[in-house]
């Protein structure tokens, strides 16, 4: 029996996807609950798996391709015998023609793979391959009769930054090794993904729409720095898990954003919104751009919740797990440039949200404490807001109330 495949029913605030990859090729065999294709929206990557038993039929959109909620993009058989790898299909659509003509063009990429370093890559991992300028040789395959699946790839990948190591992109300044002749000055130009491009519209967006504005102060992070020392271990054992800054963080958050609601409001038309609860994005860094995903009521949770969240957003972000509706809503956002170094920045608005607070590099310096000069690690505060909404004076305190909590955290604890 056949059955179409179809694009999954997206949410209202998606409009539409584009196929990203074909995980199983026409003629190949497939269990039930594979997963056969990518589809790549402007917030996260949507998986389709195998409906049953059997063997893609026909691919009716190709990897590019543009479709809408719940289009046709191929037919499955079910129960039907297929020859895994192979890419067998014969339809007699011009449609169809371009795609053999593609898969042919994988075929003898994946032909060189094997020539050169004994490889077999599953196109998924071929692609990632690409993008990372792996050796897939260099690989070693845990998948069926030795394939390179794309998980192993992406441990490779992780494991050569974790042991210090370099993959050839990083060597080569994410271009790939080519021989250049001297005098040459080669370019590589590399469609933007759609998350990639929905983010620049976003954020062209909120600048050209909000009066965005943004005020500095800086922190003395002696006292957490201490008090994680302190308790560290003691957390560990008892929670499983570190205690890290940004609990911290969201916790004097979400007490600043009690006492300032403006800061914790959005502005909807000629509305301003504002919200009876604290929904805080983190922004997380991922091969594919920014992503933001929710913790949801951090009021209501403890340090180790938040910090467990994270973790699991962490996680899903990174294997591209992350839903619609992790990244749905929020009222406040935090982002830390400074796991990458920066000292300072000027974050920009997440709309429709009127503030976004951005954490930074603690860095020691010399401080007057007390009338003395003391080498204090500091770091320094970043709040952009929409002066739309927020007012600088609201602005400034709300800053200073998180600066208060932070060099003192009994005041988190105590509500003062």
């Not at 998948?143 to 974790?162: F, I, L, P, Y």
């Not at 000629?270 to 594919?288: E, L």
């Not at 340090?303 to 962490?314: H, P, Q």
Request: aromatic share 4%; glycine share 10%; net charge negative.
């Amino acid at each position: 029996m056949t059955t179409e495949i179809k694009a999954p029913v997206f949410p209202e605030s998606v409009a539409e996807g584009t196929v990203a990859t074909w995980h199983k090729q026409p003629g190949e065999a497939c269990s039930r609950d594979d997963l056969i294709v990518d589809i790549e929206t402007d917030k996260v990557v949507l998986e389709v798996v195998a409906p049953a038993d059997g063997v893609i039929e026909e691919i009716v959109k190709g990897e590019g391709d543009t479709v809408e909620s719940g289009e046709v993009i191929g037919k499955f058989k079910e129960g039907a015998e297929g020859k895994s790898g192979a890419s067998e299909s014969k339809a007699g659509t011009e449609k169809a023609e371009a795609e053999n003509a593609g898969a042919d063009k994988g075929e003898a990429k994946a032909q060189q793979s094997q020539d050169s370093g004994d490889a077999i890559l599953s196109p998924a991992a071929r692609k990632l391959a690409d993008e990372n300028n792996v050796d897939p040789g260099a690989v070693k395959g845990t998948g069926k009769d030795g394939r390179v699946t794309k998980e192993d790839v992406q441990n490779h990948v992780d494991s050569a930054k974790s042991s210090g190591g370099t993959t050839k992109a990083e060597t080569s300044g994410a271009m790939p090794e080519v021989n250049v002749a001297a005098g040459e000055r080669p370019e590589k130009r590399v469609p933007m993904t759609r998350l990639r491009a929905s983010i620049a519209k976003r954020l062209v967006n909120a600048q050209q729409t909000a009066a965005m504005l943004t005020t500095f102060n800086e922190v003395d992070m002696g006292p957490i720095m201490d008090l994680r020392k302190q308790y560290q271990d003691s957390f560990v054992k008892r929670h499983d898990i570190k205690l890290g800054f940004m609990s911290f963080f969201a916790k004097a958050a979400t007490e600043a954003l009690k006492r300032f609601p403006a800061v914790n409001a959005s502005i909807d038309g000629n509305d301003m919104v504002y919200h009876g609860y604290q929904d805080i994005g983190v922004a997380v860094s991922t091969d594919r751009g920014l992503v933001v995903p929710v913790i949801r009521d951090v009021d209501a949770l403890g340090l180790a919740d938040i910090e467990k969240t994270i973790v699991d957003y962490g996680t899903k972000a990174k294997g591209g797990k992350l839903s619609i509706d992790d990244m749905t809503g929020g009222t406040f956002t935090i982002t830390n440039g400074g796991i990458f170094g920066s000292l300072i920045s000027t974050p920009i608005l997440n709309p429709p949200q009127t503030a976004i607070l951005g954490m930074h590099k603690i860095q020691e310096r010399p401080m007057a404490v007390n009338g003395k000069v003391e080498i204090r690690p500091m770091m320094y505060l970043a709040l952009s807001y929409d002066h739309r909404m927020v007012d600088g004076k609201e602005a400034v305190q709300f800053l200073v109330a998180i600066k208060e909590m932070l060099e003192d955290p009994a005041r988190i604890l105590l509500d003062v």
